[in-house]
């Protein structure tokens, strides 16, 4: 059986009676709804149960681990520095008209202080785009003082809002408040979008990738490198899922940094306080080897570890991943690029849907506990 309940945004999960053998059932989660009162441990907590019922259910046994890694986008429109000056200009301008009902009375020339901004920062933008289509020998000296233009329209509204601001952490109303925490939580974002705008366009300088402010809404986005076909780049967060037999996700993590070195070791660890022992195989790309990975998991208690060494092999090595026995276990790695396709196209993976690093972790949860109690499901 399918419900489907209009306005809500897409969280996949199970409906009907168990052993519906339903593609995928949408039912809406409400983003002002239970979701937000739900902590991130919390849905890792009931995925661990769910993995528990998966075992008593015998849909698995916890005999094989595999890990993996994919890119989880979040809702931005794609970042261009341009673009980025335009949405500081249009925020503070909101800001600061909300703010001037309220400062009125004790700002002096409260009308410039309040003045919006966005025309001049809209129009700016418009005669950038025009000019980037152009064949011309000037365009870099022009496009330099469009930028320049915009860079002050910014600061123009940084110094602004810094007035109101001035005035509102003085006042003790919950608007005032809730403004000035606001202006505290996007000004610091805007700064660095200036300065990194000056940087790479006016002085030519890189601005290293971890360092880039990618979204004034989701400032926990990354660059994350594709390495494959389409776009080389995606803009969202890494995340890591281990998966073991039966088609049950044990885990999923939101990963600080664009790879997964020593990823299985922390698999392995949480796979043991789920099933009470180690798996007999863990495989992996190489992407997730690391230096002493093979000699933790080995003394942590498990067999066989399919993970493809990095570098310049040994003829010790070439060997040993050329045997039956070590290709059979690495074969086994590949059924996870379906998991994760699955996870993308019907419980939501492609792009969260909630804001924040917490708000992600949720959508994930969701999509996660949907995935493993259909595999239960069909399964009985």
Known sequence: MRRRVSGWPTAWCCAGSVGSTSRRCPIRVHRSGFPHTLRPETLQALNDRVAELAKQAKVTTGRKLRLDATCVQTTIHHPTDSGLLVDSVRVLSR??????????????????????????????????????????????????????????????????????????????????????????RVVPLIKRVIAQTRSRVLEGKKVASADKVLSLFEPHTRAIPRHKGGAEVEFGRHVILDEVDGGIVTRYEILEQPHEHGQAVEAVTHHRRVFGRAPRLVAGDRGVHSADTEEVLTSAGVKLVAIPAS???????????????????????????????????????????????????RWLGLGVMAS??????LAK
Request: charged fraction near 35%; glycine fraction near 6%.
């Open 95 to 184: 800001l600061v008209k909300r703010a001037k009902p309220l400062v009125a009375e004790q700002l002096q020339n409260v009308g410039s202080a309040c003045r919006s901004r966005l025309r001049s920062a809209r129009q700016a933008a418009q005669r950038l785009h025009r000019l980037l289509r152009r064949k011309s020998e000037e365009k870099i000296e022009q496009q330099k003082a469009h930028y320049r233009k915009l860079i002050e329209t910014a600061e123009q509204m940084v110094r602004q809002t810094e007035r109101v601001v001035h005035v509102l952490e003085q006042q003790t109303e919950t608007a005032s408040k809730q403004l000035h925490e606001q202006a505290e």
């Open 311 to 361: 570098g310049k092999l040994s003829e010790e090595r070439q060997a040993l991943e050329h045997t039956r026995r070590w290709k059979r276990g690495y074969r086994w790695r590949a059924g996870i690029e379906g998991r994760i396709a699955s996870l993308r196209r019907d419980y939501g993976w492609r792009r969260s849907g909630y804001h924040g690093p917490a708000g992600m972790e």
């Open 372 to 377: 493993n109690l259909r595999r239960i499901a």
